[in-house]
């Protein structure tokens, strides 16, 4: 089922099959390495889960995001456009679409990137904070990802010896992309 939600734009369910996953792992990836150039490491937030309603966000039957909506707690864990559909207001149409069917104020979680505090702000959204044992599993993805890239990684050239290789790293993010995913359609 898709929502209209202007001309040409739509937002239309996650569905558990081969073809949307791996749309979904391609985005996730995207959004993994886009985040990773921004902040030198793992963005949180989970793409698909059994507490979350994922939902792609559609220009003229072409995918050009996903959000992920944490429906326990009425927050949104991750909302991506692809650089090409950017500057639409696609998220903007999306979290709306949201708010209408909100029981309450909807909230999205943190950290932002800049793009997700303008969000925010814009749509008066409230800020949901991860949970201690979030963080504590986040910072342990963390530590984990970034000891296995120092393990295994062979670059004689490091810009930052307390820091993992980035193109080792990138590759690592690939890899945790298709795991998420993958772990979730089996």
């Avoid at 970034?146 to 993992?164: E, I, M």
């Avoid at 990138?170 to 772990?183: C, E, F, G, K, P």
């Amino acid at each position: 089922m898709a929502v209209q939600l202007g001309n040409g734009v739509t937002l239309e369910g996650f569905r558990l099959n081969a073809e949307d996953g791996s749309v979904l792992k391609a985005m996730y990836t995207d959004y993994l390495l886009e985040e990773f150039q921004r902040i030198d490491e793992l963005a949180f937030g989970n793409p698909v889960a059994p507490y979350l309603i994922t939902m792609f966000i559609k220009v003229d039957d072409e995918h050009a995001g996903f959000l992920s909506l944490d429906r326990h707690n009425n927050a949104v864990e991750i909302i991506y456009v692809k650089p090409d559909y950017r500057h639409r207001s696609l998220a903007t149409l999306a979290l709306q679409e949201m708010m209408r069917h909100s029981p309450t104020k909807l909230a999205l979680k943190t950290p932002l990137s800049p793009g997700g505090e303008a969000l925010a702000t814009q749509l008066d959204l409230g800020l949901e904070h991860n949970f201690p044992h979030e963080e504590a599993r986040n910072q342990e993805a963390l530590r984990t990802m970034a000891a296995g890239v120092r393990a295994t990684c062979r670059h004689a050239t490091r810009r930052n010896p307390l820091k993992p290789c980035p193109r080792c790293y990138q590759i690592a993010l690939r890899r945790y992309a298709s795991r998420v995913i993958d772990t979730f359609l089996q």
